[in-house]
């Protein structure tokens, strides 16, 4: 009878601890941040800002060359390789040195889970696209 007892005991230590540990995790995945990554073309900058159980993400694009642009298309790429895409209406907007902001989008997953950005765009006819790794510059903010 005692045996049991103890096993029950460790069994529901156990059952609270994986508890705490996942709100510790999820709580430190839904802080505010700021993710930076830069290319040889492209500066881009994701907010991540809390919205009660889930994430607004807002970016930044930053156009660093000269080049006339035809289309351009910004996704943010999470660790489980899903993506958030923000296609630009209106490249022209993209002056060079000139910070753009696409709309804002709310998302189901937390700035952890963010890898990197990648760019695809278009220039006198021919297709360009880079890959750039985001890395955290300001964790809870």
Do not use: C
């Amino acid at each position: 009878m005692r045996k049991i007892v103890y096993v029950i005991f460790a069994l529901l230590i156990v059952i609270v601890g994986v508890a705490v540990y996942s709100v510790v995790q999820k709580r430190e995945r839904m802080n505010p941040a700021v993710l930076q990554g830069q290319s040889e073309h492209w500066r881009v900058s994701v907010q991540f800002q809390p919205n009660g159980s889930q994430m607004v993400q807002a970016p930044v694009i930053e156009h660093l060359d000269d080049q006339v642009l035809d289309e351009v298309a910004l996704s943010i790429v999470y660790k489980d390789q899903s993506s958030t895409k923000y296609p630009l209406a209106d490249p022209t907007k993209l002056a060079p040195g000139v910070p753009y902001k696409p709309e804002q989008q709310v998302i189901h997953k937390g700035w952890k889970d963010a890898e990197r950005a990648e760019v695809e765009w278009k220039s006198n006819g021919r297709r360009f696209k880079e890959y750039m790794n985001l890395e955290n510059k300001s964790e809870g903010k």
